[in-house]
């Protein structure tokens, strides 16, 4: 299972990799692994907000539905169109070519609080 | 793994996707042990079949084998299964696994004299190859049977079973053998079909595959409140026969019209994968909902049979599906949703 330590995750097997106050967000290989197939998204709207923890969208597999939680706070800026016509972009690149969207942090103490690549490894081994 | 009518099963072995097309384009097999069989015998056999089943027995020549109901008195599906005729004077019923113990017990309730019944389902080992290379698989295992039939078999010197049947709408077999002999067969088939592509395949795809060919599954799309009229599957139902039980309510049934009829729908925008439940709406109103529904790997889109209100229930019919608080247009479509190309 693919951690990267560059990265930080939340409780709910978001990923965020933070640079100048934007952040990119993607499901983890141990999330998409665990749906399998993944056919369809529904993704937040550019400038819309949302707070730590809030449900701002829906990833389904052919075999289940799952919410997307907001890792961080803030304004999404940017949507990854691709997933509209190929969401198995999230199964093949997960950490990559499978980003979900981008959001510019309101309080960047909200990246702190989430969990490093050795502590979500070990929460995901348990 | 999944927990599935009190069997460990897997949901897929490399994904849900890869072994349904493995399955549409050339061969898969499902380990399908969880499912019952019990053997039916005595010289009162024949009648005694036809009062507690739907179809009618008095067609089956030996080797061959009918789709049929056990319906209770209100017409509503027990389970569904299927009927060989062995002998002159021997059935065997392969009956869904969620129902075994309740098909057994209520047949014993309904025993007459001259007819013995036999559970042995638990002797049973059994695995489904489906595709349109599944014969080619099955070559090495001598003479195949024709579409519905079924005939012995020797595998590793054990007497076998082999049907020609399925569940996928492809061509393909089903294998009852000694249930030690499980792993050898299985492993057997996964070597030999390894030049043609074979797959193991698991529940996802199962059920990809059946809801594509508008395949009912009991628990959901039928039930005992839910009439194989209703259900679209009069054929197999003789209200001519004679007397069976559920037969006076299918008459009052059929005389007054269903009012809701199992129907096949189809996404005609792009939409999130259809899922049981999910309801059906024309006008603003409710018609119906989902009773199966999922996304379809052959063709790309939602798919789902669900049960709608008769007016509505016509190949050609524009219905929306609601799915977490948004309206998605579908169709209503002529069954299967997904035929091979002649």
């Given at each position: 299972m693919q951690v990267p330590d560059d990265l930080k995750y939340s409780e709910s097997h978001e990923w965020i990799r933070s640079d100048a106050g934007i952040g990119t967000v993607g499901i983890?290989?141990?999330?998409?692994?665990?749906?399998?197939?993944?056919?369809f998204l529904e993704l937040p709207q550019a400038g819309a907000s949302f707070q730590q923890g809030e449900t701002i969208g829906v990833v389904e597999s052919v075999k289940t539905v799952s919410d997307i939680l907001a890792p961080v706070g803030g304004e999404i800026t940017e949507v990854n169109s691709?997933?509209?016509t190929s969401p198995e972009l999230v199964n093949k690149d997960p950490y990559g070519s499978g980003w979900l969207f981008r959001i510019r942090l309101?309080?960047?103490?909200?990246?702190?609080?989430?969990l490093s690549s050795s502590d979500y490894r070990a929460r995901i081994e348990k | 793994m999944t927990e599935f009518g009190g069997w460990k099963m897997p949901v897929y072995y490399s994904s849900i996707v890869e072994e349904h097309r493995a399955v549409r384009n050339q061969v898969g097999i499902f380990d399908i042990s969880h499912m019952g069989q019990i053997e039916v015998s005595g010289p009162a056999v024949k009648g005694w079949l036809n009062r507690i089943l739907s179809n009618n027995v008095d067609r089956l020549t030996i080797g061959q084998g009918q789709y049929t109901f056990m319906l209770n008195d209100r017409g509503g599906v027990i389970d569904d299964l299927i009927v060989y005729r062995r002998h002159?004077?021997?059935f065997f019923l392969v009956v869904n696994a969620a129902n075994i113990e309740e098909d057994f017990v209520w047949m014993q309730k309904s025993l007459s004299e001259g007819v013995t019944l036999l559970d042995c389902s638990s002797l049973f080992a059994a695995i489904a190859i489906q595709g349109p290379r599944s014969a080619e698989l099955m070559a090495d295992f001598g003479e195949l049977p024709a579409r519905n039939h079924i005939r012995d078999?020797?595998?590793a010197e054990c007497s076998t079973m082999i049907a020609r049947t399925g569940y996928t709408g492809e061509d393909g077999f089903e294998l009852f053998f000694p249930a030690g002999l499980g792993p050898f067969v299985w492993n057997r088939l996964l070597d030999l079909g390894k030049a043609l592509g074979v797959r193991p395949c698991g529940l996802g795809s199962r059920d990809t595959l059946r809801i594509e060919a508008c395949y009912p599954l009991n628990g959901s799309d039928l039930?005992?409140?839910?009439?194989p009229l209703e259900a679209g599957l009069s054929s197999f139902v003789d209200l001519e026969k004679g007397e069976f039980i559920g037969r006076e309510?299918?008459?009052v049934q059929k005389k007054a019209g269903v009012k809701q009829r199992l129907s096949a729908l189809k996404a005609i925008v792009k939409s999130p994968p259809f899922r049981p439940h999910y309801s059906l709406l024309s006008g603003g109103g409710r018609i119906g909902e989902l009773t199966s529904g999922t996304q379809s790997p052959t063709l790309g889109v939602g798919i789902g049979l669900g049960y709608l209100d008769a007016d509505f229930a016509r190949?050609?019919?524009?219905?929306?599906?609601?799915?977490?608080?948004?309206k998605y247009g579908a169709n209503v479509e002529k069954k299967p949703l997904y035929k091979k190309a002649t």
């Amino acid at each position: 299972m693919q951690v990267p330590d560059d990265l930080k995750y939340s409780e709910s097997h978001e990923w965020i990799r933070s640079d100048a106050g934007i952040g990119t967000v993607g499901i983890t290989d141990y999330a998409q692994d665990s749906l399998g197939d993944i056919v369809f998204l529904e993704l937040p709207q550019a400038g819309a907000s949302f707070q730590q923890g809030e449900t701002i969208g829906v990833v389904e597999s052919v075999k289940t539905v799952s919410d997307i939680l907001a890792p961080v706070g803030g304004e999404i800026t940017e949507v990854n169109s691709a997933l509209q016509t190929s969401p198995e972009l999230v199964n093949k690149d997960p950490y990559g070519s499978g980003w979900l969207f981008r959001i510019r942090l309101v309080n960047s103490d909200e990246i702190a609080s989430l969990l490093s690549s050795s502590d979500y490894r070990a929460r995901i081994e348990k | 793994m999944t927990e599935f009518g009190g069997w460990k099963m897997p949901v897929y072995y490399s994904s849900i996707v890869e072994e349904h097309r493995a399955v549409r384009n050339q061969v898969g097999i499902f380990d399908i042990s969880h499912m019952g069989q019990i053997e039916v015998s005595g010289p009162a056999v024949k009648g005694w079949l036809n009062r507690i089943l739907s179809n009618n027995v008095d067609r089956l020549t030996i080797g061959q084998g009918q789709y049929t109901f056990m319906l209770n008195d209100r017409g509503g599906v027990i389970d569904d299964l299927i009927v060989y005729r062995r002998h002159d004077h021997q059935f065997f019923l392969v009956v869904n696994a969620a129902n075994i113990e309740e098909d057994f017990v209520w047949m014993q309730k309904s025993l007459s004299e001259g007819v013995t019944l036999l559970d042995c389902s638990s002797l049973f080992a059994a695995i489904a190859i489906q595709g349109p290379r599944s014969a080619e698989l099955m070559a090495d295992f001598g003479e195949l049977p024709a579409r519905n039939h079924i005939r012995d078999l020797k595998i590793a010197e054990c007497s076998t079973m082999i049907a020609r049947t399925g569940y996928t709408g492809e061509d393909g077999f089903e294998l009852f053998f000694p249930a030690g002999l499980g792993p050898f067969v299985w492993n057997r088939l996964l070597d030999l079909g390894k030049a043609l592509g074979v797959r193991p395949c698991g529940l996802g795809s199962r059920d990809t595959l059946r809801i594509e060919a508008c395949y009912p599954l009991n628990g959901s799309d039928l039930s005992q409140d839910r009439t194989p009229l209703e259900a679209g599957l009069s054929s197999f139902v003789d209200l001519e026969k004679g007397e069976f039980i559920g037969r006076e309510a299918l008459w009052v049934q059929k005389k007054a019209g269903v009012k809701q009829r199992l129907s096949a729908l189809k996404a005609i925008v792009k939409s999130p994968p259809f899922r049981p439940h999910y309801s059906l709406l024309s006008g603003g109103g409710r018609i119906g909902e989902l009773t199966s529904g999922t996304q379809s790997p052959t063709l790309g889109v939602g798919i789902g049979l669900g049960y709608l209100d008769a007016d509505f229930a016509r190949p050609g019919q524009k219905v929306e599906i609601e799915i977490r608080g948004r309206k998605y247009g579908a169709n209503v479509e002529k069954k299967p949703l997904y035929k091979k190309a002649t």
